[in-house]
C-alpha cells in the first residue's frame, strides 16, 4: 500500500433495521450514531463535523445536528443518493487533512417502508423529469431494466447470469443474523420471481426497508484515542455521469470507471490485492454493471465473472458479505451499509461470513439511475 494513513473509520452501527414503525428518520440517525460513537469510545462533544444526506427535511444537516445537540464546526450535505455516504468518507479525508476537523459523524436514516413514502409517486413531472416520465418510465427499476437489456442485447449476457448474484448474495445473507431475508434461494426461484421491469425479476430487486446508519472518521491523531482498530481510508474516487437514464453516455458502462480508477492509484493497489468486495446492489444488474466498470473483468465479461457462485461464501471474490441490499436491508440510500460491512470484514467481526485474512476491501456506492458512483479502499494494520 503507498496511501499514507490520514484518517481512519473507527465506529460503525446500525439502527434498528426492517419495519420500525414507531421511530422517526432522526430517532434511527440518533440510535446508529450514538452506538457507533460508544463503539469508537467517543462522545457527540468530540463530533466537530457532521456529513448527512437524505430527502426528509429541506435542510437535513440543520435539522438532525439540532436534534443530535451538535454544533459542527464543518458541514456537508452533498446528496448524490446512494453513493453519498462514501463521498463522504473521501470529504472527510479531505476535512482532516486540511487540518479543518478530527471528528466526523456521517449519519443516513429512513423509515421509508413504515410510511409507505418508496412508493408514493409525485402527482406530476418535475424539470427533467418531463422526458421520460411522460413516457411511462417507472423510476428508478425502469433505468436499470432498461441498461440490463442493452447488455443482453450487446454482450447475450443472460438472466440466469443476474440471478447468480442474487443467489451468492441471499446465501451470504443465511449467515447475517441481522439480515431480512434468509431463507435460500435459486436461481430458478429468481427466474420464476414475478417480473418488476423486463428483464428484472422480482428477487433481481433491493428490498424496501426502514434503518438508519452511522460512521465515525477520525484523524489519526483522534483514531489512536478510540477503543478499535483503525480501519484506514486509503483511496476515494467519485463522479457522476447523468440524472436521467436518456443522458446516460453509454447504458453499459458507469461512473464507477473514473472512480475506482482513482481510488486505485491514492490507495496504490491493484485489483488482485483486494480480498473483500462491498457494492452496491440496488438491482443485480448495478452489481454486474460496476464489476465490469472498476475493472475486475472486461466490458461484456459480467456474467461469465459471477457466474458458478463466484462471489458466494467459499468463491475466490467474497462479495456483499452481509447479503447487501438483495437480502439485509436497503432503506433506500444503502451506501452507508457498505462502509459499515467493510470496516467490520477488516476488524474480523464478522463471525460465520468472515471472509479470512482480510485486510482490503473495496466499497463502492451507486446513486440515482446509474448516475453517481463513488469508491473507496479500506485496509488494515
Known amino acids: 500500500m503507498m496511501s499514507d494513513r490520514v484518517a481512519a473509520i473507527v465506529g460503525v452501527a446500525e439502527s434498528d433495521l426492517g419495519y420500525t414503525p414507531g421511530k422517526t428518520v432522526l430517532q434511527l440517525q440518533a440510535q446508529a450514531a450514538k452506538a457507533a460513537l460508544d463503539e469508537a469510545g467517543l462522545t457527540k462533544d468530540d463530533v466537530d463535523a457532521v456529513f448527512t444526506a437524505g430527502n426528509w427535511a429541506w435542510a437535513p444537516n440543520l435539522m438532525l445536528a439540532e436534534y443530535l445537540g451538535i454544533q459542527p464546526k464543518y458541514t456537508d450535505g452533498t446528496n448524490i443518493g446512494g453513493s453519498s455516504f462514501e463521498a463522504h468518507v473521501g470529504h472527510a479525508v479531505a476535512g482532516i487533512r486540511a487540518g479543518l476537523f478530527e471528528v466526523a459523524l456521517i449519519t443516513y436514516g ?46 447475450g449476457t443472460t438472466g440466469e447470469q443476474l440471478a ?99 481510488a486505485f492509484e491514492m490507495a496504490g493497489v491493484r485489483h488482485e490485492d483486494i480480498d473483500v468486495a462491498e457494492i452496491y446492489d440496488s438491482f443485480t444488474i448495478t452489481v454486474l454493471l460496476t464489476l465490469e466498470a472498476l475493472g475486475f473483468c472486461k466490458p461484456g465479461e459480467g456474467g461469465a465473472f459471477v ?42 467481526e464478522c463471525g460465520p461470513r468472515q471472509v479470512e485474512n482480510a485486510r482490503l476491501a473495496l466499497v463502492n456506492g451507486t446513486g440515482g439511475v446509474l448516475s453517481s458512483t463513488s469508491t473507496v479502499i479500506l485496509g488494515r494494520d
Not at 439485509?328 to 477488516?346: K, N, S, V
Open 164 to 262: 447468480e448474484i442474487a443467489v451468492a448474495t441471499r446465501k451470504w445473507a443465511a449467515m447475517n443474523e441481522k439480515a431480512m431475508m434468509r431463507e435460500p434461494i435459486t436461481i430458478d426461484d429468481v427466474l420464476n420471481s414475478r417480473w418488476i421491469a423486463e428483464p428484472l425479476h422480482l428477487l433481481d430487486c433491493c428490498l424496501v426497508t426502514d434503518g438508519g446508519g452511522a460512521v465515525i472518521v477520525a484523524s489519526a491523531a483522534a483514531a489512536s484515542r478510540a477503543k478499535t482498530r483503525p480501519v484506514w481510508i486509503l483511496g476515494h474516487g467519485e463522479t457522476h455521469t447523468h440524472n436521467s437514464i436518456v443522458n446516460m453516455p453509454d447504458l453499459t458502462v458507469t461512473g464507477a470507471r473514473e472512480s475506482g480508477q482513482r
Open 307 to 348: 457466474s458458478g457462485q463466484r462471489t458466494a461464501p467459499g468463491g475466490d471474490f467474497p462479495m456483499n458479505t452481509n447479503g447487501g441490499g438483495l437480502s439485509y436491508c436497503h432503506p433506500g440510500m444503502y451506501g452507508i451499509f457498505l462502509l459499515i460491512e467493510a470496516t467490520r470484514q477488516l476488524r474480523g
Open 110 to 155: 429512513s423509515n421509508q417502508k413504515s410510511n409507505r413514502s418508496r412508493n408514493a409517486i409525485p402527482p406530476y413531472a418535475m424539470l427533467t423529469e418531463q422526458y421520460e416520465r411522460s413516457y411511462g418510465l417507472p423510476t428508478p427499476v425502469g433505468a436499470y431494466a432498461l441498461a440490463a437489456m442493452r447488455h443482453m442485447y450487446q454482450y
